[in-house]
């Protein structure tokens, strides 16, 4: 039986990610917390792992209550701690340090930052589907392959390429609801260069995308709806969240059923 296994945060976008065991839905189908911060240059572009493969190198910890980001800079001695909210200077300012010109971090409660805007909710895989990535690719673990996708929901008690079945052919939305949060699945997530990269050092795998598509054509399911691959470097699944979901709150173990 599929269920919601785990949930994944990543309150400033790039940035390492914090697991919780329940997540609020906020009006614009986004979950709180989640990309509610990004950092941008002073050219108004976001500084991240698509554009600055340094970000890769920063470690942090985040405590969602307290409002605190912990920060590890690369060659230093101990963490850095900051509240977003009052100390949000100083976090631009050993930014602006690290990365060697000026930045500052936005914040946006209300939807976040996603890479889609047109499709903020949190973007859905599976363990399984995560388990056979990782085998297409010596020397990468599970978790590895986990912190390159950076979805934020992950189904289990599913095979692989189950959350395929969460799209159709292009322009339809396919119903499907976890606990008491109804959900419309979108289309597959097309990825950027971030996965080809090691999570912590930035380094790239050599041929990454080249085998990726290769294995993601080889293994794609025949019933899966063909019309959103015009390329196969493709994985997870873009969302959007009906306002009736504002509010609700998904939780770990949650059923997850697809509607007819």
């Given at each position: 039986?599929?269920?919601?296994?785990?949930?994944?945060?990543?309150?400033?976008?790039?940035?390492?990610?914090?697991?919780?065991?329940?997540?609020?839905?906020?009006?614009?189908g986004a979950l709180q917390h989640d990309?509610?911060?990004?950092?941008?240059?002073?050219?108004?572009?976001?500084?991240?792992?698509?554009?600055?493969?340094?970000?890769?190198?920063?470690?942090?910890?985040?405590?969602?209550?307290?409002?605190?980001?912990?920060?590890?800079?690369?060659?230093?001695?101990?963490?850095?701690?900051?509240?977003?909210?009052?100390?949000?200077?100083?976090?631009?300012?050993?930014?602006?340090?690290?990365?060697?010109?000026?930045?500052?971090?936005?914040?946006?409660?209300?939807?976040?930052?996603?890479?889609?805007?047109?499709?903020?909710?949190?973007?859905?895989?599976?363990?399984?589907?995560?388990?056979?990535?990782?085998?297409?690719?010596?020397?990468?673990?599970?978790?590895?392959?986990?912190?390159?996708?950076?979805?934020?929901?992950?189904?289990?008690?599913?095979?692989?390429?189950?959350?395929?079945?969460?799209?159709?052919?292009?322009?339809?939305?396919?119903?499907?609801?976890?606990?008491?949060?109804?959900?419309?699945?979108?289309?597959?997530?097309?990825?950027?260069?971030?996965?080809?990269?090691?999570?912590?050092?930035?380094?790239?795998?050599?041929?990454?995308?080249?085998?990726?598509?290769?294995?993601?054509?080889?293994?794609?399911?025949?019933?899966?709806?063909?019309?959103?691959?015009?390329?196969?470097?493709?994985?997870?699944?873009?969302?959007?969240?009906?306002?009736?979901?504002?509010?609700?709150?998904?939780?770990?173990?949650?059923?997850?059923?697809?509607?007819?």
């Amino acid at each position: 039986m599929p269920y919601l296994a785990k949930i994944l945060l990543y309150p400033v976008k790039s940035l390492d990610g914090v697991e919780v065991n329940n997540a609020g839905v906020l009006a614009s189908g986004a979950l709180q917390h989640d990309r509610e911060f990004a950092i941008f240059d002073d050219r108004g572009k976001f500084v991240n792992g698509k554009r600055h493969a340094k970000i890769h190198l920063l470690r942090v910890q985040f405590a969602l209550f307290n409002r605190t980001i912990s920060l590890q800079i690369p060659g230093g001695d101990s963490q850095q701690v900051f509240h977003l909210d009052d100390q949000r200077q100083a976090l631009e300012a050993t930014l602006s340090n690290y990365f060697e010109f000026a930045v500052t971090l936005r914040q946006n409660s209300l939807m976040g930052f996603p890479d889609d805007t047109r499709s903020p909710g949190p973007t859905v895989i599976s363990t399984a589907t995560l388990t056979e990535v990782a085998s297409w690719f010596p020397g990468l673990s599970v978790d590895e392959i986990r912190r390159r996708m950076r979805a934020n929901i992950e189904i289990d008690g599913v095979p692989a390429f189950w959350e395929d079945r969460l799209f159709s052919e292009q322009g339809d939305l396919v119903s499907f609801r976890v606990g008491d949060v109804d959900f419309f699945g979108v289309n597959p997530c097309q990825r950027c260069i971030v996965p080809t990269r090691d999570s912590y050092l930035g380094e790239a795998y050599p041929n990454f995308q080249k085998i990726f598509a290769t294995q993601r054509q080889a293994t794609l399911p025949n019933w899966v709806a063909a019309s959103p691959f015009n390329h196969f470097y493709r994985l997870s699944v873009n969302t959007q969240l009906p306002l009736s979901s504002a509010g609700k709150i998904l939780q770990i173990g949650d059923k997850v059923d697809i509607l007819l």
